[in-house]
Structures are given as C-alpha cells and as structure tokens.
C-alpha cells in the first residue's frame, strides 16, 4: 500500500512538472530592432558621418548574440554606399541593449550632391539594413529610414566698398573690399579666383586670386588691390580722370572643397559712398 501511494505521489509531480514545463515546438517571441533615431558629426568640406541608433528588444527566455549590421544607404535615389559593421554585442533575456552605427561618406565619391549644395538645399537620403543574430539560431531583423543630410553651404562674397587709390595719366590704383561670410558650422578655406570689377560691361580691373581662412558661422574682411589701364577704357576712363567712379560691380568664382560657385554682387549701399570720386581730385 505505501508503495502504491509512492507511485501515486510521482505521477502527480510528473505531471505538474510537464505542465509547467516550455513545449519544445513553442515558438519563441522575436527579439524586435527600432532605429530610434538618427545623427550626423564630423560634417566638414570632405564629407560626413551618419549615425544610426539602433535598439534591440529581446523579449525572449534566451540570450541572443548581435553579430553585425548590414546597412545600404542611397542618397537622392541612388545607392551609395554597402557597408557591414560587426557588433559583437550579447543582449540577455528580458532586457534590450542600444548600438550605433556610423556610415562614412565623402562628398567627393557623391557628384550629384555638388548642385544640391549649390542651390542651398538638403539632400535626401534612405537606409535599408538588417541586424544578424548568431544565436541562438541566426536571424536577420530588418529595418529602414528616411530622412535629409546637411550639406555644406558655398560662403557669401559681398563686395562692400571700392575706391580709388591714386590717378595716373596711364593707369589707376584701386582698392575694392570684400567681406566673406562663413554659413557652415566648422571653418573654411576659401578659393577666390576669377575677380574682376565691372562697370557699364566694361572690365575695369583684374584681381589677383585670394585665399581666405573664415572661421565657422563667422565672417572675413579683405582688401584687395588692382590697377585700372585707362588706355584700354572708353567712357569709364573719363570719367575716372572728371573724378567721377561709375557704379561698379564684382564678378568672380568662389570655392571651397569640391563645391565652386560664380558669383557677382554690388557695393552695400550704405557703403557705395562718394570715396572714389574725393580720392581721385587728390
């Protein structure tokens, strides 16, 4: 008789044991990844880095491995760039862990952005990609993004003022100021060339080319001086020698990096003044 209670008594535990215990053919819960949101750093005149931050939920009993991400990133509809980036990264269960992933792009592997860039625009961008787990059994979770990359802006040459430095019977001094200013959030080098002053489309003087260093969000003043040949003008040559200085114009090109811009601009108003003209009855 104890031995049938004895027999009894293990059958229940038996049983029990089976009901709590996870059915081998029951289906795991996935682990889940969510780019939770995206960063640019390192932007700068070669190019830039896009951040991906990426969370991975693993609601599971088991421990899960993170082996590598697989991202392609096209930029105004085109592909760009494949990259892998191992991870290395072990999420236990019930928990979540958060990885980012950097994509390195140089503008100059991107010539469909230089006239993005020219017109002051964004460009838009798109990520597909997927995270591999190796274990406990290798899985590929997918996800995707859209969204717009900065891209550097072409500085602002202003020409500010102009004037007369001396008057000969052959050929005129003149000083003309420039002011450069700098939109992008990281300094610049800056690549004058091509300066001419014009007035009543008449070339007046020819510039040396300038290289200008501006600091990020900040503006540069130059001055710059070139020599008028009266010989080679008509109406602005008597003019200059009345005392008189035709309203003139700037035209050049402007460049920085890969990205190179024509420009003209005319004095600021408010600082065209009457110098030229005072100047040349020295």
Known sequence: ???????????????AACATAPKRDEPRAPPIVQLTGTSVRDVSLEGLTLV??????????????????????????????????????????????????????EWATLPGVVPVALRGDDVPYRVDGAVALASPREVRLPFAHEG???????????????????????AT??????????????????????????????????LS????????????????TGRLDLGTLGVAAK??????????????TVRVGSFEKSFSAAPEPARAGKAAPDAAKK
């Open 52 to 105: 991906l931050a990426l969370e991975l939920q693993n609601p599971s009993a088991a421990r899960v491995q993170l082996s590598e991400a697989k991202v392609r990133l096209s930029v105004a509809a085109e592909k760009v760039i494949d990259v892998a980036v191992p991870l290395g990264l072990a999420v236990e269960p019930n928990a979540s862990a958060a990885v980012e992933v950097p994509i390195r792009l």
């Open 1 to 15: 008789m104890p031995s049938s209670r004895a027999a009894s008594l293990a059958l229940v535990c038996l049983a």
């Open 148 to 170: 717009r990359l900065p891209l550097p802006r072409v500085p602002k040459v202003s020409f500010e003022r102009s004037k007369v430095e001396q008057v000969g019977l052959s």
């Open 209 to 224: 080319a300038q290289d200008a260093s501006v600091g990020a969000k900040a503006s540069e003043e130059l001055d710059l």
């Open 239 to 252: 003019a200059v020698l009345g005392g008189e200085w035709p309203q003139p114009g700037l035209a050049g």
């Open 173 to 206: 001094a003149v000083r003309v100021g420039l002011k450069i200013d700098n939109p992008n959030p990281f300094p610049v080098k800056v690549e004058l060339k091509d300066l001419k002053v014009l007035t009543a489309g008449a070339e007046l003087v020819t």
